[in-house]
């Protein structure tokens, strides 16, 4: 099972993989001893300074408006470049924004889900899907 992290100050998502919550904690411990993350030195103190959040839409929430901008206008120019297939754009975010990769991959299908609303003519144009099923058996063929 997946468990999202957050420190307190929001700065750092910490992604653990573990059969429950319980095991999720002391992994987390562990890592956040590997880190040498300062305070971070027993459970109880880990705790203390993280929380678990339930969903990577939470942690993309987690991001403000104005950063959210950034991101976009960042995939946007990817895309335009042509660099590579925007389904493979998440490490891009990772590595140039430094973002972590579960906000990128939220980030990233959110960009995704709102293209035709945040682009309308450039999504007309292209045919980008727009979640509406076809009006016709034709549209199915093409």
């Given amino acids: 099972m997946?468990?999202?992290?957050?420190?307190?100050?929001k700065g750092k998502l910490w992604d653990v993989h573990a059969r429950d919550l319980g095991q999720a904690w002391l992994l987390l411990l562990q890592e956040a001893q590997e880190a040498e993350l300062p305070g971070c030195t027993t459970l109880e103190a880990c705790k203390s300074m993280?929380?678990?959040i339930d969903s990577i839409e939470e942690a993309s929430a987690m991001i403000n408006d104005e950063e959210k901008?950034?991101?976009f206008l960042f995939l946007d120019g990817l895309r335009e470049s042509g660099t590579t297939n925007m389904f493979g754009a998440s490490p891009y975010l990772v590595r140039e924004l430094g973002l972590d990769k579960s906000v990128a991959r939220a980030l990233l299908s959110e960009w995704m889900m709102t293209f035709s609303q945040r682009h309308p003519k450039e999504a007309k144009k292209e045919n980008v899907c727009t979640n509406k099923?076809?009006?016709?058996?034709?549209?199915?063929?093409v």
């Avoid at 009006?135 to 199915?140: A, E, F, I």
Wanted: charged share 35%; glycine share 0%.
């Fill in 69 to 71: 901008d950034k991101v």
């Fill in 133 to 141: 099923r076809p009006t016709s058996q034709k549209n199915l063929l």
């Fill in 50 to 52: 993280f929380e678990c």
């Fill in 2 to 9: 997946r468990y999202l992290f957050t420190d307190n100050d």
